[in-house]
C-alpha cells in the first residue's frame, strides 16, 4: 500500500536542503521516474516508496521533482513567482493556490 501524501497541490512547500520555495502541481504515491534519474539526481538515495512531488521553483521557469522527505510546509504565505503558475491554478488565496474542481 502508497503512503498518503503529506502535501497538496496547490501548497506552497520549501525544501529544506536546497533552501527554495515553490508550489505543488503533482503528487505521486511513490516515484515515478526513471531508474537512470534517480541514480544521477537523486543523490541523498531518498526511498522510491514514498510520496514525491512536481514542484514549480519561486522566482524561476523551473519545476523540479522532489521527495516528500527533503520538502517543509512554507512559514511564509508569499505566492510563488513562476510562469505556470497562472496556467495551473484558478487563484491565490488564503496561503494556498486555488484548483480548479471541474
Known sequence: MAPTARFYIGQIVYHRRLAYRGV?????????????????????????????????????????????????????GEPVRHPEVERSFRGYAEGRYQVDTH
Not at 534519474?37 to 521533482?65: C, F, K
Open 24 to 76: 505543488v502541481v503533482d503528487a505521486d504515491p511513490e516515484y515515478s521516474g526513471s531508474d537512470a534519474w534517480y541514480d544521477s539526481v537523486a543523490r541523498s538515495r531518498p526511498p522510491r516508496n514514498e510520496p514525491w512531488y512536481r514542484i514549480l521553483v519561486d522566482g524561476t521557469e523551473q519545476e523540479t521533482y522532489v521527495a516528500e522527505r527533503h520538502l517543509a510546509p512554507d512559514p511564509t
